[in-house]
């Protein structure tokens, strides 16, 4: 929007437990004062001035390249301690929202404008409903002002007004002395305005952080038995007829296909999971889960993962930085570190890839139809070509040849009538 700007604020003096200040705090993963920042991206408010309070300087990571001013003390509305900015701006369009404004969304933000512009308003105020929300929520809502007029309400302010609380009633003052009046963007969301001064607040708004994204999600196909323990991250993008189960948390930027069963007490974060995949109570990190994969339960995908289509991952098996060809079965309780593993491969109970000689981390190479027998331990660096076999219990430590069954254990021996020789049991 190249007639907007922003001006968007930190709540004064406002710290919470670890000396962390509400907008740093996190609704459903996020920053608050990103899920600000993500619905200025998303109405195109590019130019803004961020006004922090004097020791917050971890917000500025949040704040890109765009000005930054330390509030000064009482200067009454924080949009005050901004006024040379504001003298920069022209004839733009300001923007005065609190960074703590979670609800605020582009759809708000582009209509009210589009009201402020149309009836060429001095002010617009943004309101969840009527004239009783109106007057509840007036000291935080965000509000649209024309800079010349902003900028002479803030060289005007009222003194005694240390918090800036009176700000909006003295500017619509000051237009009713003009024979004028404010006009209010009435969004019907009544979220819009809510914001948080404590721990109980915080927990409040997450509570209604949450019930938004799932209502988002039911509207796009996505199905709940019921809410219980899942978290999803606003971002996280779920294909239709896919089904949440309980327990389940899913965050950063991660995709799920259509038609999957995730969970339940399932982890997900930055992945992309195939159509048809089903994740039973496993951990995901930063890999890919092609299509119809079945995993779980009580597995772990370590980051750097690809999982091809068709594979069947079972109980207790963690992958770690590994590409897993298609359909290839991992039944339960095996390690697969830095390995490049191909097509239909098998892999008994028990099996371990050593990749780690206290040094240095090494890769194996597993060709495709590949039968590795219960606890085998292939010791890295290792290929096992096309077709090759290994016997249950061995150990692997140079390259199995294709076609080639592989024996690495001692040999048995039995020893007759040493159990009566030795007592280690009575006999009856």
């Known amino acids: 929007m190249q007639n907007a700007a922003a001006i968007v604020y930190t709540a004064c003096c ?78 733009k369009n300001i923007l005065v929202i609190s960074a703590e404004a979670v609800f605020t969304d582009a759809d708000a933000l582009e209509a009210s404008l589009k009201r402020h512009e149309d009836q060429n308003e001095k002010l617009t105020v943004i309101v969840s409903g009527g004239r009783e929300a109106f007057m509840k929520e007036l000291s935080a809502s965000a509000f649209w002002a024309k800079a010349e ?17 009176q700000f ?25 305005n809510m914001r948080a001064s404590d721990g109980a607040g915080l927990l409040t708004i997450n509570a209604a952080a949450r019930t938004s994204v799932f209502k988002k999600l039911c509207n796009e196909g996505v199905e709940f038995m019921c809410l219980d323990g899942i978290i999803i991250e606003p971002d996280v993008k779920i294909g239709e007829g896919t089904m949440i189960l309980p327990g389940t948390i ?74 897993v060809g298609a359909r290839t079965a991992v039944a339960h309780l095996t390690y697969i570190g830095d390995a490049d593993v191909g097509e239909a491969v098998n892999f008994g109970c028990g099996c371990c890839i050593a990749n780690y000689d206290g ?32 016997a249950a219990g061995t150990t692997v430590t140079k390259n199995v040849p294709e076609y080639a069954l592989a024996i690495g254990r001692a040999k048995q021996e039995n020893i007759e009538g040493w159990v009566k020789k030795h007592d280690a049991i009575k006999i009856k």
């Open 14 to 91: 406002d710290i919470m437990h670890n000396n962390s200040p509400l907008a740093l705090r996190e609704v459903v993963f996020r920053p608050v004062i990103e899920w600000v920042n993500k619905a200025l991206d998303a109405a195109g408010i590019e130019e803004r001035c961020y006004v922090i309070n004097e020791g917050e300087d971890a917000i500025k990571k949040y704040t890109g390249e765009n000005e930054v001013v330390i509030r000064k003390s009482e200067s009454g509305h924080p949009a005050c301690s901004a006024l040379e900015w504001i003298e920069k701006q022209g004839e």
């Open 149 to 165: 007029f902003l900028k002479t309400v803030c060289e005007n302010w009222d003194e005694n007004d240390k918090n800036g609380e």
């Open 168 to 192: 909006l009633v003295g500017a619509m003052k000051m237009l009713s002395d003009e024979k004028l009046v404010a006009a209010t963007h009435v969004t019907g969301k009544k979220e819009i």
């Open 250 to 323: 899913i965050k950063g930027n991660t995709e799920i296909g259509k038609n999957c069963v995730i969970g339940p007490n399932s982890y997900i974060e930055d992945s992309k999971i195939g159509d048809d995949t089903e994740v039973n109570s496993t951990q995901i990190r930063s890999s890919v889960l092609e299509k119809n994969v079945k995993i779980g339960p009580f597995s772990q995908v370590r980051p750097g993962c690809v999982i091809r289509e068709g594979c069947k991952i079972g109980d207790y098996v963690e992958i770690k930085n590994s590409d």
């Open 359 to 390: 040094q240095h981390k090494h890769r194996t190479k597993i060709g495709n139809h590949a039968f590795l027998g219960c606890n085998t331990n292939l010791v890295a660096p290792v290929e096992l070509e096309d077709f090759a076999y290994t």
